[in-house]
């Protein structure tokens, strides 16, 4: 049978309260504060069984303050706070990055920055999805992938960067996403694993450059493309971007639309390719009919 987690936080208020009341002439005050700090998660625990998360995340916070204050032992205490991150993360998202900041702190202390930047990019997500505040998950998302790098986790870091350039298009951010969608295809056209990807990077950031209106920087970031991977002038994507790039110097809007069909009937684009491209759709203005 499940514990009652009101009963087990009743028990860790009075082990709390006993641990910080008067002289202990026998000692055991640590033990004292130990006890306290278990009857805390074991509530918590209890807590997430029954689904409320929001006093979940209370009680791994009350541990983890007893770990840092009582016990002495931040890195117990950032691991509790990690639970208190997850628990809280639902119920109530600024006490999420409250608890997560300071374990990752500590995480970095030590010098775990794997460990940090794997936590860095939860609260990214948390930023993205829960707070819908894109600029703070790009600061998380970039920080993250600093801190792979200089575990040369290469792999990691792109992924991380590839996140940055996805959220900073969405966000309309478009040199920022460039910079980014470029830096990672540069690092992957030399790489057997990665290189098949290499296409898809120069897409996004292709679309990125129709999306700033500077015809000219696009035509310049094609041949950039097609000089760093000799073979992306043959590919359907490459021959798409000079497509699009054709229809809007033209102002053509149903071209536009055409070539994108086209090419959508053999490679389904993705919902943020699509997204970016209605945009840059709706920036086209067709010519006055000047005899109207």
């Known amino acids: 049978m499940a514990q009652d987690p009101r009963a087990l936080l009743q028990k860790a208020d009075k082990q709390l309260s006993s641990a910080g009341g008067g002289f202990s002439f026998f000692g055991g005050r640590e033990e004292k504060y130990q006890d306290a700090a278990d009857l805390y998660m074991q509530a918590a ?33 950032a691991n509790t706070l990690v639970d208190a991150f997850k628990a809280y993360r639902q119920a109530d998202p600024q006490a999420a990055v409250r608890c997560l900041e300071v374990a990752i702190n500590q995480y970095c202390t030590r010098g775990n ?20 505040d894109s600029k703070k998950a790009i600061e998380c998302y970039e920080a993250a992938a600093v801190w792979y790098e200089g ?3 290469t792999a990691l870091a792109n992924k991380l ?5 996805d959220t900073a298009g969405l966000d309309g951010d478009y040199y920022k996403a460039i ?26 950031a292709g ?26 002038a043959g590919q359907r994507e490459c021959m798409l971007l000079n497509d699009l790039l054709a229809a809007v110097e033209k102002a053509d809007q149903e071209e536009f639309t055409d070539k994108l069909f086209q090419y959508d009937q ?15 759709k709706n920036t086209i203005e067709e010519p006055e009919d000047e005899f109207a």
């Open 45 to 77: 625990n209890a807590f997430k069984m029954q689904k409320q998360n929001l006093e979940a995340g209370q009680a791994f916070e009350k541990a983890a303050n007893i770990q840092t204050n009582n016990l002495k032992e931040p890195d117990d205490a």
């Open 113 to 132: 920055f794997r460990r940090a930047a794997g936590h860095k990019e939860s609260l990214g997500e948390l930023y993205e999805s829960e707070l819908g």
């Open 207 to 232: 679309i990125c450059h129709l999306a700033t209106g500077d015809a000219v920087a696009t035509r310049r970031a094609l041949d950039k493309y097609t000089d760093l991977d000799p073979s992306f």
């Open 179 to 204: 910079e980014a969608f470029e830096r990672v295809a540069a690092a992957s056209v030399n790489n057997n694993l990665m290189k098949y990807s290499v296409k898809d990077y120069f897409l996004k």
């Open 161 to 165: 960067h590839l996140k940055v350039a």
């Open 151 to 153: 575990d040369n986790a």
């Open 266 to 280: 053999i490679s389904k684009l993705d919902k943020w390719k699509t997204t970016l491209l209605l945009r840059v």
